[in-house]
């Protein structure tokens, strides 16, 4: 049976050690990319952890080893004293994206993991209608995905992970594929049984981009920096639940994690991204449209920013939740078109130019950040220029892509920079072949 918790002081009890992990990817070269540099956690009973950084610092992949899914190159991970080597009884996951067998019913679809562990039939319907019981989603146990809404179909994400009662729950960004009003609701029913004692977990460990997220839910957030990823600042939430967003105490603690994220530049310089090699191309991206971020140095260059805007202000100005602008901004930044220090983000020169010029010289100066700021795009470019008949299939550069990145990473990270290779016209891409040229673009 789905087994009730009681509500859960923490203590000094561990339910999970990441002791000196550290995480590597060879590439042909020879020089290795390191993804992770001896990071270590203490996950304790009664504890929500968040994990929180740029894009690309690596925490979907210190998820992964956590999980079980990847081994760590170096160092180790203990899940009640036991050495994690592979998918481990105990520890549950929540996926970003829903996951779902879309030929199975809600209750099948909670109902597999029990059955592959050899559950009974019997029980494992029992406690599969438990859990669907238990995260909300009673009297839809007949329906099937497609029925669902985004909302709905995470809900039994979570029925399905919470159904095997593990001690455990791991969840890398199980909010973001939702809208901000779904999302918001999802969180507050999550933290509401958790509060109540209500869920089987023991702790939790969330991997989020969100810092108000963090900030509502976590116990204590781990800010991890990039290129290697190390823990660079622990921060603990003493606020009790339910917190208040408004509060005074909750804005403040979520500017102190503002500025400690944005507290320097992410390294983008030529010689810097040259130097990362197949780690700089490899880096995850977001998917952001060229216009969206042309529309930052459009919003910053106007009245009443006149070319600087705290990240807050910015957030109200272009009705966007928080952690998408922080993403935008990266990305503004990473181009070369702003600066982003201690929250606030300031055009450069560059950026003041993308702003002001007609559309053909915008394109030319995208074009020339976009070429100089981001290895893939480059390194497209330089493929095609090389190969006869200046083409190259899509699957070449997705296979470079999975050595270093997950299957979906490499997915959405090409597909960003092929939006704006082509709104920048450094090359073409024809969809229903899936191939690159350089053929101008029609």
């Not at 969100?210 to 976590?218: L, P, T």
Request: charged share 20%.
């Amino acid at each position: 049976m789905l087994e009730r918790a009681q509500t859960i002081d923490v203590t000094t009890e561990p339910e999970l050690e990441i002791q000196h992990v550290g995480q590597t990817f060879a590439r042909p070269s020879g020089n290795p990319v390191v993804v992770l540099d001896d990071i270590n956690l203490t996950l304790r009973t009664g504890e929500i952890v968040g994990l929180l950084g740029r894009s690309g610092c690596g925490k979907s992949t210190l998820l992964r080893i956590v999980a079980g899914l990847a081994p760590p190159t170096s160092g180790e991970v203990r899940h009640r004293g036991a050495v994690v080597h592979g998918p481990a009884e105990g520890i549950a996951m929540v996926f970003q994206t829903f996951a779902l067998f879309p030929w199975l019913t809600v209750l099948e679809n909670v109902q597999a993991g029990l059955d592959a562990i050899g559950i009974a039939e019997a029980e494992a319907r029992q406690r599969a209608l438990q859990a669907i019981d238990l995260i909300g989603l009673d009297g839809f146990e007949s329906a099937y995905p497609r029925e669902l809404s985004g909302g709905m179909r995470q809900r039994v994400g979570f029925a399905r992970a919470m159904v095997v009662n593990p001690a455990v729950l791991l969840m890398d960004e199980p909010f973001s594929a939702l809208d901000v009003l779904t999302g918001e609701t999802l969180r507050g029913d999550f933290i509401e049984l958790w509060v109540a004692g209500r869920l089987p977990t023991k702790a939790v460990l969330l991997v989020t981009h969100n810092i108000e997220e963090a900030v509502f839910m976590c116990d204590r957030i781990l800010i991890l920096s990039s290129n290697p990823g190390r823990v660079a600042a622990e921060v603990t939430i003493p606020l009790p639940r339910p917190r208040q967003r408004l509060s005074s105490t909750f804005r403040d603690i979520v500017d102190d994690i503002y500025s400690r994220m944005t507290a320097g530049p992410v390294p983008s310089t030529t010689c810097e991204k040259h130097a990362a090699g197949m780690a700089g191309i490899a880096t995850r991206l977001p998917p952001m449209s060229a216009m969206r971020i042309i529309g930052v140095a459009d919003t910053l260059a106007a009245p009443p920013f006149n070319g600087e805007a705290d990240l807050h202000d910015l957030a109200m100005r272009l009705h966007l939740e928080g952690a998408r602008l922080f993403r935008l901004a990266e990305l503004t930044q990473m181009l070369g078109f702003a600066e982003l220090h201690n929250r606030t983000l300031h055009l450069t020169t560059a950026g003041r130019a993308l702003a002001e010029e007609d559309a053909v010289a915008r394109k030319r100066l995208f074009s020339d950040h976009l070429l100089r700021s981001v290895p893939l795009a480059a390194h497209i470019c330089r493929v095609l220029d090389e190969r006869p008949g200046h083409t190259a299939p899509r699957r070449r550069f997705v296979a470079e892509l999975e050595d270093h990145l997950s299957p979906e990473d490499a997915e959405t990270t090409l597909n960003a920079v092929i939006e704006w290779g082509r709104y920048a016209e450094c090359f073409a891409y024809d969809h229903m072949h899936r191939r690159f040229s350089l053929e101008n673009p029609t």
